[in-house]
Protein backbone atom coordinates (compact mmCIF):
# COMPACT_ATOMS: atom_id res chain seq x y z
CA UNK A 1 0.00 0.00 0.00
CA UNK A 2 1.07 3.48 -0.56
CA UNK A 3 1.48 5.48 2.44
CA UNK A 4 2.59 8.69 0.62
CA UNK A 5 1.55 8.84 -3.18
CA UNK A 6 4.17 10.82 -5.58
CA UNK A 7 1.64 11.34 -7.76
CA UNK A 8 1.38 15.35 -8.89
CA UNK A 9 3.35 16.28 -6.46
CA UNK A 10 6.26 18.82 -6.63
CA UNK A 11 9.50 17.74 -5.77
CA UNK A 12 13.50 19.51 -4.89
CA UNK A 13 16.37 17.34 -5.47
CA UNK A 14 19.48 18.59 -3.61
CA UNK A 15 22.94 17.72 -5.36
CA UNK A 16 21.25 17.13 -8.62
CA UNK A 17 24.53 17.23 -10.47
CA UNK A 18 25.93 14.76 -8.27
CA UNK A 19 26.58 11.06 -8.40
CA UNK A 20 23.48 9.75 -6.58
CA UNK A 21 21.20 13.19 -6.90
CA UNK A 22 21.80 12.59 -10.54
CA UNK A 23 20.66 8.81 -10.45
CA UNK A 24 16.89 10.12 -8.50
CA UNK A 25 16.55 13.07 -11.12
CA UNK A 26 16.88 10.09 -13.57
CA UNK A 27 13.98 8.15 -11.63
CA UNK A 28 11.80 10.65 -11.28
CA UNK A 29 12.46 12.26 -15.07
CA UNK A 30 10.64 8.61 -15.84
CA UNK A 31 7.46 9.66 -13.85
CA UNK A 32 5.67 12.10 -15.66
CA UNK A 33 2.87 12.99 -12.67
CA UNK A 34 5.90 14.62 -10.87
CA UNK A 35 7.07 18.31 -11.31
CA UNK A 36 11.24 18.22 -10.45
CA UNK A 37 12.69 20.95 -9.18
CA UNK A 38 16.76 21.67 -9.29
CA UNK A 39 18.89 24.32 -8.33
CA UNK A 40 22.35 24.88 -9.52
CA UNK A 41 25.58 25.68 -7.14
CA UNK A 42 25.46 29.12 -8.56
CA UNK A 43 21.88 30.08 -8.51
CA UNK A 44 21.35 28.36 -4.48
CA UNK A 45 24.20 27.80 -2.02
CA UNK A 46 22.68 25.01 0.32
CA UNK A 47 25.79 26.47 3.02
CA UNK A 48 23.56 29.91 2.97
CA UNK A 49 20.73 29.83 5.19
CA UNK A 50 18.72 32.91 3.63
CA UNK A 51 19.26 31.83 0.66
CA UNK A 52 18.10 28.43 1.01
CA UNK A 53 14.99 30.03 3.17
CA UNK A 54 13.83 32.58 0.07
CA UNK A 55 14.46 29.52 -2.47
CA UNK A 56 12.33 27.46 -0.48
CA UNK A 57 9.52 30.32 0.33
CA UNK A 58 9.57 31.08 -4.24
CA UNK A 59 9.08 27.37 -5.40
CA UNK A 60 7.54 25.72 -2.14
CA UNK A 61 7.94 22.13 -3.25
CA UNK A 62 5.67 19.71 -1.85
CA UNK A 63 8.63 16.73 -1.38
CA UNK A 64 12.06 17.23 -0.69
CA UNK A 65 14.92 14.84 -1.01
CA UNK A 66 18.30 16.10 0.33
CA UNK A 67 21.22 14.14 -1.62
CA UNK A 68 23.78 17.07 -1.70
CA UNK A 69 26.74 16.90 0.18
CA UNK A 70 30.09 17.02 0.39
CA UNK A 71 31.31 13.79 0.05
CA UNK A 72 34.20 11.62 -1.00
CA UNK A 73 36.93 9.00 -0.37
CA UNK A 74 38.68 7.91 2.79
CA UNK A 75 41.68 10.17 1.88
CA UNK A 76 39.34 13.74 1.54
CA UNK A 77 37.29 12.76 4.70
CA UNK A 78 40.76 12.10 6.88
CA UNK A 79 42.38 15.42 5.05
CA UNK A 80 39.28 17.85 5.44
CA UNK A 81 37.49 16.84 8.93
CA UNK A 82 36.43 20.69 9.47
CA UNK A 83 35.13 21.27 5.46
CA UNK A 84 33.00 17.70 6.11
CA UNK A 85 31.79 18.65 9.29
CA UNK A 86 30.62 22.05 8.92
CA UNK A 87 29.35 21.98 5.20
CA UNK A 88 27.47 18.55 5.66
CA UNK A 89 25.88 20.21 8.92
CA UNK A 90 24.78 23.35 7.49
CA UNK A 91 22.93 22.45 4.27
CA UNK A 92 21.37 19.46 6.63
CA UNK A 93 20.09 22.22 9.29
CA UNK A 94 18.93 24.75 6.14
CA UNK A 95 17.20 21.95 4.07
CA UNK A 96 15.30 20.27 6.72
CA UNK A 97 14.62 23.63 8.79
CA UNK A 98 13.35 25.35 6.02
CA UNK A 99 11.70 22.24 4.63
CA UNK A 100 9.53 22.92 8.13
CA UNK A 101 9.33 26.27 8.02
CA UNK A 102 7.66 25.58 4.17
CA UNK A 103 5.67 23.24 4.70
CA UNK A 104 7.09 20.48 2.80
CA UNK A 105 4.71 17.36 3.48
CA UNK A 106 7.44 14.72 2.72
CA UNK A 107 11.31 14.40 3.28
CA UNK A 108 14.08 12.55 2.40
CA UNK A 109 17.27 12.83 4.11
CA UNK A 110 20.23 10.82 2.64
CA UNK A 111 22.86 9.60 5.19
CA UNK A 112 25.37 7.11 4.46
CA UNK A 113 26.39 3.55 6.26
CA UNK A 114 29.36 5.73 7.28
CA UNK A 115 27.64 6.66 10.20
CA UNK A 116 27.38 3.10 11.82
CA UNK A 117 30.16 2.49 15.09
CA UNK A 118 32.87 1.24 14.15
CA UNK A 119 32.33 -2.14 16.36
CA UNK A 120 28.92 -2.41 15.38
CA UNK A 121 27.73 -5.94 14.80
CA UNK A 122 27.32 -6.95 11.18
CA UNK A 123 24.92 -6.98 9.50
CA UNK A 124 24.21 -2.95 11.05
CA UNK A 125 21.09 -2.48 11.99
CA UNK A 126 19.53 0.96 12.29
CA UNK A 127 19.24 0.62 16.19
CA UNK A 128 22.55 0.41 16.89
CA UNK A 129 23.26 3.84 15.38
CA UNK A 130 24.68 5.88 17.68
CA UNK A 131 25.91 3.05 20.47
CA UNK A 132 29.80 3.75 20.43
CA UNK A 133 32.26 6.04 18.53
CA UNK A 134 32.43 6.55 14.73
CA UNK A 135 35.11 5.25 12.46
CA UNK A 136 38.07 7.65 12.62
CA UNK A 137 39.06 8.45 9.01
CA UNK A 138 35.05 9.95 8.57
CA UNK A 139 34.33 10.98 11.66
CA UNK A 140 33.69 14.55 10.73
CA UNK A 141 31.09 13.33 8.13
CA UNK A 142 29.35 10.74 10.35
CA UNK A 143 28.85 13.75 12.62
CA UNK A 144 27.38 16.13 10.37
CA UNK A 145 24.65 13.22 9.21
CA UNK A 146 23.97 11.93 12.15
CA UNK A 147 23.07 15.79 13.17
CA UNK A 148 20.77 15.73 10.50
CA UNK A 149 19.19 12.55 10.99
CA UNK A 150 18.34 13.28 14.25
CA UNK A 151 16.79 16.75 13.21
CA UNK A 152 14.45 14.62 10.79
CA UNK A 153 13.56 12.10 14.15
CA UNK A 154 12.92 14.96 16.43
CA UNK A 155 10.68 16.98 13.84
CA UNK A 156 8.47 13.56 13.04
CA UNK A 157 8.03 13.24 17.52
CA UNK A 158 8.14 17.11 17.78
CA UNK A 159 5.33 18.47 14.88
CA UNK A 160 4.67 14.91 13.49
CA UNK A 161 6.43 15.45 10.20
CA UNK A 162 6.53 13.03 7.78
CA UNK A 163 10.54 13.35 7.52
CA UNK A 164 12.86 9.96 6.43
CA UNK A 165 16.57 9.28 6.87
CA UNK A 166 17.90 6.72 4.83
CA UNK A 167 21.66 4.88 4.49
CA UNK A 168 22.77 3.70 2.03
CA UNK A 169 25.96 1.63 1.33
CA UNK A 170 28.87 2.58 -1.05
CA UNK A 171 27.28 4.00 -4.09
CA UNK A 172 29.30 4.11 -7.56
CA UNK A 173 27.87 4.55 -11.44
CA UNK A 174 27.75 6.49 -13.99
CA UNK A 175 28.48 10.05 -13.14
CA UNK A 176 31.13 9.62 -10.73
CA UNK A 177 33.68 11.82 -9.54
CA UNK A 178 37.36 10.57 -10.88
CA UNK A 179 40.15 11.94 -9.26
CA UNK A 180 43.20 9.74 -7.97
CA UNK A 181 43.23 11.68 -4.74
CA UNK A 182 39.28 12.46 -3.49
CA UNK A 183 37.18 9.52 -5.61
CA UNK A 184 35.81 6.49 -3.28
CA UNK A 185 37.61 3.41 -4.31
CA UNK A 186 35.79 2.35 -7.83
CA UNK A 187 35.89 5.71 -9.49
CA UNK A 188 39.69 5.55 -7.96
CA UNK A 189 40.53 2.17 -9.67
CA UNK A 190 38.78 2.84 -13.01
CA UNK A 191 41.24 5.96 -13.35
CA UNK A 192 44.41 4.41 -11.98
CA UNK A 193 44.35 1.24 -13.95
CA UNK A 194 42.78 3.03 -17.15
CA UNK A 195 45.81 5.64 -16.91
CA UNK A 196 48.57 2.30 -16.13
CA UNK A 197 46.89 0.73 -19.15
CA UNK A 198 47.13 3.50 -21.40
CA UNK A 199 51.35 4.16 -20.41
CA UNK A 200 52.36 0.65 -20.60
CA UNK A 201 52.89 0.93 -16.41
CA UNK A 202 53.43 -2.49 -15.29
CA UNK A 203 52.34 -1.93 -11.68
CA UNK A 204 50.11 0.36 -9.60
CA UNK A 205 49.55 1.07 -5.89
CA UNK A 206 46.50 1.12 -4.00
CA UNK A 207 45.68 1.88 -0.77
CA UNK A 208 45.19 -0.08 2.72
CA UNK A 209 45.68 -3.64 3.11
CA UNK A 210 42.62 -5.41 0.12
CA UNK A 211 41.19 -6.79 2.94
CA UNK A 212 38.67 -4.45 4.33
CA UNK A 213 35.10 -5.68 3.04
CA UNK A 214 32.69 -2.75 1.17
CA UNK A 215 28.91 -3.49 0.28
CA UNK A 216 28.23 -1.71 -3.06
CA UNK A 217 24.91 -0.89 -4.89
CA UNK A 218 24.83 1.20 -8.18
CA UNK A 219 23.47 4.36 -8.00
CA UNK A 220 20.83 3.94 -9.99
CA UNK A 221 19.73 0.76 -8.37
CA UNK A 222 19.91 3.22 -4.91
CA UNK A 223 17.65 5.84 -6.36
CA UNK A 224 14.95 3.11 -7.40
CA UNK A 225 15.20 2.27 -3.89
CA UNK A 226 14.78 5.60 -2.51
CA UNK A 227 11.71 6.33 -4.44
CA UNK A 228 9.97 3.49 -3.03
CA UNK A 229 10.74 3.94 0.77
CA UNK A 230 9.61 7.53 -0.03
CA UNK A 231 6.19 6.14 -1.72
CA UNK A 232 6.43 3.21 1.19
CA UNK A 233 7.99 4.15 4.23
CA UNK A 234 7.54 6.15 7.26
CA UNK A 235 8.99 5.70 10.64
CA UNK A 236 12.03 7.51 12.63
CA UNK A 237 13.77 4.50 12.77
CA UNK A 238 16.70 5.19 9.46
CA UNK A 239 16.18 2.57 7.26
CA UNK A 240 19.60 1.10 5.42
CA UNK A 241 19.64 0.81 1.03
CA UNK A 242 22.08 -1.83 0.21
CA UNK A 243 22.83 -4.56 -2.10
CA UNK A 244 23.19 -7.65 0.22
CA UNK A 245 26.23 -8.47 -1.73
CA UNK A 246 29.63 -8.12 -0.13
CA UNK A 247 33.14 -8.42 -1.61
CA UNK A 248 36.98 -7.56 -0.32
CA UNK A 249 38.75 -4.58 -2.11
CA UNK A 250 41.44 -6.89 -3.39
CA UNK A 251 38.85 -9.08 -5.17
CA UNK A 252 37.05 -5.74 -6.31
CA UNK A 253 40.40 -4.63 -7.77
CA UNK A 254 40.36 -7.68 -9.77
CA UNK A 255 37.40 -7.23 -11.73
CA UNK A 256 38.17 -3.77 -12.26
CA UNK A 257 41.61 -4.77 -13.87
CA UNK A 258 39.92 -7.65 -15.69
CA UNK A 259 37.11 -5.15 -17.58
CA UNK A 260 40.29 -2.25 -17.53
CA UNK A 261 42.48 -4.55 -19.39
CA UNK A 262 45.39 -3.94 -16.94
CA UNK A 263 47.44 -6.73 -16.60
CA UNK A 264 50.04 -5.00 -14.02
CA UNK A 265 50.92 -5.70 -11.01
CA UNK A 266 48.75 -3.98 -8.01
CA UNK A 267 50.33 -3.28 -5.29
CA UNK A 268 48.63 -2.60 -1.49
CA UNK A 269 51.16 0.40 -0.27
CA UNK A 270 49.31 0.97 2.73
CA UNK A 271 49.55 4.80 2.04
CA UNK A 272 46.48 5.30 3.44
CA UNK A 273 44.65 3.03 6.17
CA UNK A 274 41.93 0.84 4.99
CA UNK A 275 39.20 2.38 7.30
CA UNK A 276 36.05 0.32 8.67
CA UNK A 277 37.53 -3.00 8.15
CA UNK A 278 33.65 -4.37 7.02
CA UNK A 279 29.91 -2.43 6.77
CA UNK A 280 27.70 -4.80 5.75
CA UNK A 281 24.19 -3.53 5.76
CA UNK A 282 21.21 -5.59 7.01
CA UNK A 283 18.50 -4.77 4.47
CA UNK A 284 15.70 -6.88 5.83
CA UNK A 285 13.12 -3.91 5.65
CA UNK A 286 14.08 -2.87 1.94
CA UNK A 287 13.45 -6.45 1.30
CA UNK A 288 10.15 -6.31 2.84
CA UNK A 289 9.48 -3.45 0.41
CA UNK A 290 10.00 -5.59 -2.62
CA UNK A 291 13.07 -4.08 -3.59
CA UNK A 292 15.76 -6.04 -6.02
CA UNK A 293 18.87 -4.67 -7.30
CA UNK A 294 19.06 -4.69 -11.16
CA UNK A 295 22.15 -4.17 -12.34
CA UNK A 296 25.14 -6.66 -10.54
CA UNK A 297 28.37 -5.63 -9.89
CA UNK A 298 30.01 -6.79 -12.79
CA UNK A 299 27.30 -5.61 -14.96
CA UNK A 300 27.90 -1.73 -13.59
CA UNK A 301 31.60 -2.03 -12.96
CA UNK A 302 31.33 -2.31 -16.92
CA UNK A 303 28.76 0.70 -17.56
CA UNK A 304 30.74 2.76 -14.97
CA UNK A 305 33.96 2.16 -17.33
CA UNK A 306 31.96 2.96 -20.38
CA UNK A 307 30.58 6.20 -18.89
CA UNK A 308 34.14 7.25 -17.75
CA UNK A 309 35.59 6.48 -20.97
CA UNK A 310 32.67 8.66 -22.85
CA UNK A 311 33.59 11.55 -20.50
CA UNK A 312 35.30 14.83 -21.72
CA UNK A 313 35.59 16.16 -18.04
CA UNK A 314 38.20 14.04 -16.67
CA UNK A 315 41.41 16.20 -15.83
CA UNK A 316 43.50 12.78 -15.43
CA UNK A 317 42.57 10.74 -17.74
CA UNK A 318 45.03 10.29 -20.57
O1 LIG B 1 35.72 4.12 -1.20
P1 LIG B 1 36.60 4.51 -0.07
O2 LIG B 1 37.46 5.70 -0.25
O3 LIG B 1 35.71 4.74 1.20
O4 LIG B 1 37.60 3.29 0.25
P2 LIG B 1 35.26 3.98 2.54
C1 LIG B 1 37.19 1.96 0.37
C2 LIG B 1 38.40 1.06 0.62
O5 LIG B 1 39.19 0.99 -0.58
C3 LIG B 1 39.35 1.52 1.73
C4 LIG B 1 40.56 1.14 -0.25
O6 LIG B 1 39.76 0.40 2.51
C5 LIG B 1 40.52 2.09 0.96
O7 LIG B 1 41.76 2.06 1.69
N1 LIG B 1 41.31 1.67 -1.41
C6 LIG B 1 42.34 1.03 -2.04
C7 LIG B 1 41.12 2.85 -2.01
N2 LIG B 1 42.84 1.80 -3.01
C8 LIG B 1 42.10 2.94 -3.03
C9 LIG B 1 42.15 4.12 -3.83
O8 LIG B 1 42.97 4.29 -4.74
N3 LIG B 1 41.21 5.08 -3.57
C10 LIG B 1 40.27 4.94 -2.58
N4 LIG B 1 39.37 5.92 -2.37
N5 LIG B 1 40.22 3.84 -1.79
C11 LIG B 1 33.91 6.15 2.77
C12 LIG B 1 33.78 7.30 3.72
O9 LIG B 1 34.64 5.17 3.36
O10 LIG B 1 32.65 5.59 2.47
C13 LIG B 1 32.86 8.31 3.15
O11 LIG B 1 35.05 7.86 3.98
C14 LIG B 1 31.59 7.72 2.50
O12 LIG B 1 32.52 9.20 4.15
C15 LIG B 1 31.83 6.41 1.75
O13 LIG B 1 30.60 7.56 3.44
C16 LIG B 1 30.56 5.69 1.39
O14 LIG B 1 34.24 2.94 2.22
O15 LIG B 1 36.42 3.49 3.33
Redesign the pocket.
Known sequence: MVQFDLSGRSVFVTGHTGLLGSAICRQLGQRRDVLLWTAAHADLDLCDKAAVEDWMAQHRPEVVIHAAGR?????P?EKYPVE?LNENLSMAQNVINSSHAHNVRKLVFMS???VYPKNAPQPLRPEDLLTSPF?P??EG??LAKTVGMRLCQYYRREYGADYISLLP???YGVGDRYD?FS????P??LL?MHNAQVFGQDQIK???T?R?L?EFLYADDAARAILLALEHYSDELPMNIGSGAEIT?ADL?LRIAEIVGYQGKLI?AEE?????PR?LLDNHMLDYLGFKPEVDLLQGLKQSYEDFLARDDIEQKM
Open positions: VGGIANFSSCESNYACNLASHVIALKLWGGPRIAFQGDGVK
